[in-house]
């Protein structure tokens, strides 16, 4: 028999602009939406970290994330 000790998933996300909205509102709206994304995380009790979060050139977002697997255990993997 086999048991996961511990699990997480690591994921490189781009929040991008909306190309058919003013530049400025676009830029609003991604970072509301990064705000969101973390809030959901925090609110469904999710463990992460955020290994990068980088503002492009262009007004986007990248986050890279180690985060938990399902409802697994994270074991170290996020010290």
């Known amino acids: 028999m086999k ?5 997480c998933i690591t994921q490189t996300l781009h ?3 909306k190309e058919d909205i003013a530049h400025d509102y676009a830029v609003k709206m991604v ?6 994304y973390k809030m959901k995380l925090d609110k ?3 463990k ?3 290994l990068l979060e980088s ?4 007004g986007s977002v990248i986050i890279e994330i180690k ?3 399902n409802v697994s255990p994270v074991g170290d993997y996020l010290k």
């Open 67 to 69: 985060k938990q697997y």
């Open 3 to 7: 048991r996961i000790k511990a699990a």
């Open 15 to 17: 929040f991008m602009l």
């Open 44 to 46: 469904s009790g999710t």
């Open 48 to 50: 992460y970290k955020i």
């Open 55 to 58: 503002t492009q050139d262009d």
């Open 31 to 36: 970072n509301e939406e990064v705000s969101k």
